[in-house]
């Protein structure tokens, strides 16, 4: 029944898929960004006596626009698979919130807030496991002249439901911390996240309890403005 | 709307109506009541006496006349029941290997004998005996490595798995195997695994920590991880059609017993054996299961309190298994606990149609036990293998002394929904 378990992992990890949530500083009005992105993500359930941990790699592209002085708006889809067998797809509309802007555009600290609706399928042996949620990251940035330290905090709120099983919600709260390495029109933003989720996980023998969930991204994405 | 929405996402079960709910015709008794040398006598030999005569499991025998006579309203009941003999899958959804039950004619045939005065009949008619399928070759002999006394927590079931050592080096393939109970009595019957290595440690931390011999296994084999189910209950003989299941150098052997204490005022020390007959090369079954994974998660298979039919289901196509292969099923082994009532597995294909492979209208944990089929069932690589498991948390079918409560996937005090369907790859024709 190890498969189970396994497969159970990378279904709930799912809910977190893609990480990437940009810079702190909203892009100004008419400016847009197109984001390839890859990441390593590793799900660990937290047991009684060891831990369970799945490892596995998805690729992603998003596209955001400046919509006004403080608001962008974005989609983005993400997914890995091996068609026939087994495999994930996601989709999620972005928009982001300037709460903050500093005046020293280069050395200045900017805030925002997103906020992410998305739909995540997850299919094994052709049968589907959807995922409906919303992500609230609020994201933090340093800058350093064109660079920026982006740390942010993150809280989600997800659905899961397939063929056959009652829906289940779960919550998720994390942080993220990467940099953004502006090198003429083209960013290369390296990004760790980390997530947790106290859903409860049924053992499969009597004194096995399991209990959390624990989510780490390793992430790498190329924003390209397309009008800088 | 929402809620709604997401709800009509769990889908429904497959509508395929359950053959073994449907109305049975009665017994035809415009026939002379069958007799002892006759028709009944023959039945009780083979579907009886194999377990219930030397050498076999259970408590008391079943062999002549005076047998059957002396306990006959305990047999009668048993009968009509179709508790006895122990064969849960109906015979109306497929046909299985070395199977035990007795068809619609044969329950009918005893039942009239047994209500209507056991009647011996002619010596002259005595119909030929025919013999039960015994293991062919006995290569390798496995015993408990000490005694233990059944102790059931609650009632009179107990549980029980112990860990045994698989003497053979090298990689083999265990072709058949036969219980051979210590104490016939007691034992009310046996499920065999093969562990594989990289569990050998889990289950002897689990076996350790137990203070008694061996250690609790009233969850059943659905608790325990990487581990391939070998058959049990309460005979044996060779796997059909040259099957066998592949055990590698580091396994070792989980023996499930279901003790059984029922009307036994002085509970005797156990030390059963297995026999197996084993090769070098077999066709090697290999196992899908059948379950689905978000139920490990939280309330995702939540049967609430009170809910006398709650019903989960999940269907998928096993290509990760097969390849997306042709594949021909084997058997299947279901699996729930307590509170399941009824379970189904079916293989649906394509255009709409689908295969039974299991139905069980009437579910008992103390019966669980593979079953094999009478022949091997083809699997297309578009076909989808489906579980269809009822519950009853009804306070009806509760343990004694307690009140119904919620549960979900899990151990003791809670349930599971699932079925493991063995298969082997289809050759695909050479070119």
Aim: aromatic letters at 10%.
């Amino acid at each position: 029944m190890r498969r189970a378990p396994a497969l159970a992992l990378v279904l709930l990890s799912s809910a977190c898929a893609h990480q990437f949530g940009g810079r702190a500083t909203v892009l100004e009005e008419g400016k847009a960004v197109l984001t390839p992105s890859a990441e390593l993500d590793i799900i660990s359930v937290r047991g009684s006596e060891e831990s369970t941990n799945i490892p596995w790699v998805q690729g992603g592209m998003a596209y955001h626009h400046g919509i006004g002085h403080r608001t962008e708006l974005g989609l983005r889809v993400f997914g890995f698979g091996i068609p026939g067998y087994a495999g994930q797809f996601g989709v999620a509309a972005d928009s982001k919130f300037q709460l903050f802007r500093s005046d020293d555009r280069e050395w200045g600290w900017d805030l925002s807030v997103g906020l992410s609706p998305s739909w995540h399928v997850g299919v094994q042996g052709d049968q589907p496991f959807h995922l409906f949620g919303f992500t609230v990251p609020l994201l933090v940035g340093k800058n350093f002249g064109r660079h920026q330290l982006v740390m942010g905090l993150k809280v989600a709120d997800y659905i899961l439901t397939s063929y056959g099983q009652r829906t289940l919600n779960t919550v998720w709260a994390g942080a993220t911390i990467g940099f953004s390495l502006r090198v003429k029109r083209i960013e290369l933003f390296p990004e760790v996240a980390f997530m947790y989720s106290p859903v409860k996980f049924n053992g499969e023998r009597p004194d096995e309890k399991r209990s959390g969930v624990v989510y780490v991204s390793f992430g790498l994405s190329v924003p390209i403005h397309l009008n800088p | 709307m929402w809620v709604v929405m997401l709800a009509a996402c769990m889908g429904s079960p497959d509508p395929t109506p359950w053959c073994s709910l449907e109305a049975k015709p009665g017994p035809d008794l415009s026939t002379p009541t069958p007799t002892w040398y006759g028709e009944a006598g023959r039945i009780v030999e083979r579907k009886c006496s194999g377990c219930h005569g030397p050498g076999g499991s259970a408590p008391f025998d079943l062999v002549d006349y005076d047998d059957v006579a002396i306990r006959r309203e305990v047999v009668r009941r048993a009968v009509e029941t179709r508790a006895m003999p122990p064969w849960q899958a109906d015979r109306c959804c497929n046909h299985y290997f070395d199977d035990r039950s007795l068809d619609d004619r044969e329950h009918a045939a005893l039942v009239r004998f047994l209500s209507e005065g056991m009647p011996l009949g002619d010596p002259a008619t005595q119909q030929p005996a025919q013999t039960q399928t015994p293991l062919s070759r006995v290569d390798v002999t496995v015993t408990m490595p000490e005694e233990y006394v059944a102790n059931p927590p609650a009632g009179t079931d107990d549980n029980r798995c112990f860990l045994l050592d698989w003497p053979m080096d090298g990689t083999t393939f265990i072709t058949g195997m036969y219980i051979r109970p210590g104490i016939r009595r007691q034992v009310h019957h046996v499920i065999m695994a093969a562990v594989k290595p990289e569990a050998v440690d889990e289950i002897t931390k689990l076996e350790n920590a137990d203070p008694l011999a061996g250690f609790d296994c009233n969850g059943g084999f659905g608790n325990l991880r990487d581990i391939v189910v070998l058959g049990g209950s309460v005979q044996g003989g060779d796997f059909p059609r040259g099957l066998g299941t592949q055990v590698v150098k580091g396994s070792k052997l989980v023996l499930n017993i279901h003790y059984s204490t029922l009307g036994i005022t002085t509970v005797l020390p156990d030390r059963t054996s297995v026999q197996f007959k084993v090769d070098s090369t077999a066709r090697d079954a290999q196992s899908a299961p059948i379950a689905n994974p978000a139920w490990l998660i939280a309330d995702t298979m939540k049967v609430a309190a009170g809910d006398p039919d709650a019903v989960y289901f999940y269907k998928y196509k096993p290509v990760l298994l097969t390849g997306g292969k042709k594949a021909l099923l084997q058997g299947v082994t279901p699996h729930m606990h307590t509170f399941g009532s009824r379970i189904k597995v079916a293989a649906l294909h394509k255009d709409g149609t689908s295969t039974c492979l299991l139905e069980i209208p009437k579910w008992r944990f103390g019966w669980e036990q593979p079953f094999w089929f009478a022949d091997e069932i083809p699997f297309a690589p578009d076909d989808e293998l489906y579980v269809e498991c009822h519950f009853d948390n009804s306070a009806a079918n509760q343990p004694l002394g307690q009140q119904p409560k919620d549960f979900a996937w899990g151990g003791n005090g809670q349930d599971m929904c699932a079925a493991f369907v063995s298969f082997v790859k289809a050759e695909e024709p050479k070119q």
